[in-house]
């Protein structure tokens, strides 16, 4: 609803103006849009931009009435108040089973995310990665497009064939309930000990290496059955988070089918591919960059970023915007991508680039010393939830009060995560993201679960009638909020901030509650109960509507 009044705002402001950007912004407190077209209409009339104002608003006023829309204007802004028709309209959307899609669209969309070396489980470090980028898939799906979530699976490079040498020297026999990527890295850890103990093991890590690229049958089926059995292992945290891939995609693909070798054919045909023997580089010191874009080594062998070029050429082929989701620590690697593939004249990837998360020091212990995995923090984020949820529900049975905690714990770590943009760093605080209080994953799953309550006895007192009349000025901030919805689902995917929803939803849990606070819902009567409850239905709807696209279970009790 509020896109199509901005829409119509729009097209009254360009037909007055004559203006392609009518400069149009959120109205504040004083009004829902507000206009500084006038600002640049004065600059083309030479007048004085007080006046221009006044004079849009006489040529615009009537028909924006028609239209439900009050316009006015304080010196050169214009602003715009939407009346009851939009409210009215926004609750009976709002409580629509799927509120906030958009329309169909054909494009189609691959976002990588996650991609972490499958030496080892997750870890926190890899979160932040991989709660954008579901997010963003989500969210995308929401938007109406088709959506193919990738995780490019490193299965060839240096840290693969540690792992692999460990899994054919070490012999470790896999434990009780091992997951595969905690069986994977004890003989990772342990190669690794090794190898800096006896330097010349380094030798033979290059020696595999060699081989797996040449094609050697032994290697590559040692290398898969490595890399797989650690991948089951990822998988299953990625479900624990509520996170799914369409497509795991194996590097060794691009070696394998030939596509690499073409690609580095077309890279080495450009005026600034260098060779040092068997080495070859991009230098790319015109674009920037001051040190060498290297694609093969001095033995010969290509590196993880000439299969990193065909991957994108093969995503490129199968979709009209790809997006990868990359750490800080990539941003150089990933702009030298998108510039290699610039100059071979192929589309680049956006890239949503990631400041990393992290816990605060002595919050939990580390696994030998090395990382804290995703595993271990959900596990702990769980227990507290648990005790946080006993204490406030001691009533109920200690398999409901699990359930309840196990969704309060993922939401809460995907929701104190997202919520921070990603260009800034964050640290996942266990106090706050846990807080039914305050706002978090929590606080506006509790939102949802109160509006399910009254809503349910409502009807055990009888129901009620819909009905659409608001008045009140808690009730029209609830309402307008609601309009907002589809229009945050819309920028996110445009400007690829995920963090705008869970700002968004975070606002709407704190209207629900004010409005719950002063304006009384069961207590009301007649026709403002009935409209009251109708409004309560519309915020259940959107609540959860939003927290599927954050991921995040929308609960009905708590």
């Not at 020091?361 to 702990?380: H, Q, W």
Request: net charge negative; with cysteine.
């Amino acid at each position: 609803m509020y896109r199509k009044y901005c829409e119509i705002v729009t097209s009254l402001l360009k037909e007055a103006t004559g203006l392609d950007d009518v400069l149009l912004a959120d109205g504040g407190e004083h009004a829902d849009l507000a206009s500084t077209a006038a600002f640049a209409l004065a600059k083309r009339e030479k007048k004085n931009p007080a006046l221009l104002a006044k004079e849009i608003v006489e040529k615009i006023s009537a028909k924006a009435a028609e239209e439900g829309i009050d316009v006015s204007c304080k010196g050169p802004y214009i602003n715009f108040v939407f009346g009851t028709k939009f409210v009215s309209d926004t609750v009976r959307a709002a409580r629509l089973p799927e509120y906030g899609t958009l329309p169909q669209k054909t494009d189609r969309v691959i976002i990588e995310h996650t991609s972490a070396n499958p030496n080892g489980p997750l870890h926190v470090g890899h979160i932040r990665n991989t709660v954008i980028g579901d997010t963003l898939v989500r969210a995308f799906r929401k938007a109406g497009y088709p959506v193919d979530a990738q995780y490019y699976l490193n299965d060839m490079g240096r840290q693969i064939a540690i792992v692999a040498w460990g899994v054919k020297n070490l012999h470790y026999e896999r434990l009780e309930n091992e997951k595969g990527d905690e069986f994977i890295v004890r003989h990772y850890v342990e190669a690794n000990r090794i190898a800096k103990e006896k330097p010349e093991i380094e030798a033979e890590f290059d020696v595999m290496m060699e081989k797996i690229e040449a094609g050697d049958p032994e290697t590559v089926k040692l290398f898969y059955e490595s890399v797989e059995t650690c991948a089951e292992g990822i998988k299953e945290t990625l479900a624990s988070m509520n996170v799914k891939h369409d497509r795991f995609v194996r590097e060794t693909t691009f070696l394998h089918d030939g596509s690499m070798e073409k690609v580095l054919s077309r890279v080495e045909a450009l005026p600034n591919a260098q060779h040092e023997d068997k080495m070859m580089y991009l230098d790319l010191s015109e674009q920037g960059f001051g040190n060498r874009y290297v694609l093969r080594r001095s033995n010969g062998t290509s590196v993880y970023a000439a299969r990193d070029l065909a991957f994108h050429l093969w995503k490129n082929a199968q979709c009209d915007r790809s997006i990868d989701i990359l750490g800080a620590d990539h941003k150089l690697i990933g702009a030298q991508l998108q510039t290699t593939l610039s100059l071979i004249g192929e589309r680049p990837p956006e890239i949503v680039n990631f400041e990393f998360v992290s816990l605060p020091e002595g919050s939990m212990s580390t696994r030998g010393g090395v990382f804290i995995s995703a595993d271990e923090l959900l596990s702990e984020t769980k227990k507290r939830a648990f005790d946080e949820v006993t204490a406030r529900r001691p009533e109920l049975d200690e398999e409901s009060r699990r359930k309840i905690a196990n969704a309060v714990a993922v939401g809460a770590v995907r929701y104190d995560i997202i919520k921070v943009s990603a260009e800034k760093s964050t640290v996942f605080d266990w106090k706050e993201a846990l807080d039914f209080e305050r706002q978090s994953a929590p606080y506006v799953q509790y939102a949802h679960a109160r509006a399910c309550s009254i809503l349910e006895k409502a009807r055990d007192e009888g129901g009620f009638n819909e009905n659409y009349e608001y008045s009140d000025s808690y009730e029209i901030a609830l309402a307008k909020h609601l309009a907002h919805f589809p229009a945050v689902i819309e920028k996110v995917v445009n400007e690829l901030r995920p963090h705008l929803l869970a700002v968004y939803v975070r606002d709407l849990a704190d209207l629900f509650n004010s409005f719950y606070r002063f304006d009384p819902v069961l207590k009301a009567e007649g026709k403002v109960r009935d409209a009251r409850l109708t409004l309560v239905d519309a915020c259940r709807n959107t609540l959860l509507q939003a927290l599927n696209v954050l991921g995040i279970e929308a609960l009905e009790s708590m």
